[in-house]
């Protein structure tokens, strides 16, 4: 990152003028699905869109459009116990998505990373290894994001322009790091695994399609675990696996098109 004239680099700056960047931001609309939980502070876990508005105004969260056109995301990929059933089902509803790809898993599985892309889907950087952003230090941040490029670029994808912070938690480090410097930061207004994984996976397909409307975003996941990561939990996705034919199903139905995030901003009058 090229410093500030004397020395000080933008992401300094921004840091040692938290209070006040705080104190000027105001009067962003609280999500329909996701309510604030928290204040919004230093260290402080953003897990609402309104606090993750407060740190990246410039992030997408979807698109105002009259369009029947919802993108899809899938996280956490590519994992050799889903990431290809996704792709069929994709394929089989004529259906394209963004995957916010980890590098580690890239890494580990470069075949499957790449069939993502030459199954005409949009890969995005998802970090190298799934770190909580906000709790690193500066230079911490930027190297997760630039080494989870690295790996996808290493593996034979083109260099990602979209970035999604794991598990949405973000600061004003990362807005600098991200948004300030290469990347489009994507958050989400509606995830699958908060319908379906505590309920009945029809029922909760059906009360998601309930909530959908043009131009949102919806995030689910096609991975469960980091590669090499000791500690990390290994999750299982078979709810969600469950979910995606009914989900596919349901937004044909209501007449919705399921496209990528770049296809998505196109639709933005």
Request: charged content about 25%; aromatic content about 6%; some cysteine.
């Amino acid at each position: 990152m090229a410093p500030e004239p004397g020395g000080v680099t933008r992401r300094g700056l921004l840091v040692g003028g938290f209070c006040a960047l705080c104190a000027g931001v105001a009067g962003y609309e609280v999500g329909r699905v996701e309510k604030d939980l928290n204040p919004v502070g230093p260290g402080v876990i953003t897990n609402s869109n309104w606090q993750r508005r407060r740190f990246q105004p410039d992030a997408v969260f979807g698109v105002p459009t009259s369009e029947k056109v919802v993108a899809l995301t899938f996280d956490d990929g590519p994992d050799e116990r889903y990431t290809t059933s996704v792709l069929d089902q994709l394929a089989s509803h004529n259906a394209h998505a963004t995957f916010f790809q980890i590098g580690v898993n890239a890494l580990a599985l470069p075949a499957l990373s790449t069939a993502v892309h030459d199954a005409g889907h949009t890969i995005g950087n998802h970090t190298f290894d799934h770190a909580d952003l906000e709790r690193l230090q500066p230079s911490h941040v930027e190297d997760e994001i630039d080494r989870g490029e690295a790996a996808l670029v290493k593996v034979g994808l083109p260099r990602p322009t979209l970035f999604r912070p794991p598990k949405g938690f973000t600061d004003e480090v990362v807005d600098v790091v991200a948004d300030g410097e290469r990347y489009r930061t994507v958050f989400w207004g509606l995830c699958v695994e908060r319908f379906v994984d505590h309920t009945d996976v029809r029922d909760g397909v059906i009360q998601l399609l309930g909530h959908v409307r043009p131009g949102d975003i919806i995030l689910a996941h096609d991975g469960g675990k980091v590669v090499g990561v000791p500690g990390r939990p290994v999750l299982s996705r078979e709810r969600t696996m469950e979910a995606l034919p009914l989900l596919l199903a349901g937004l044909t139905r209501l007449g919705f098109k399921v496209v990528d995030i770049p296809t998505l901003l196109r639709a933005r009058p």
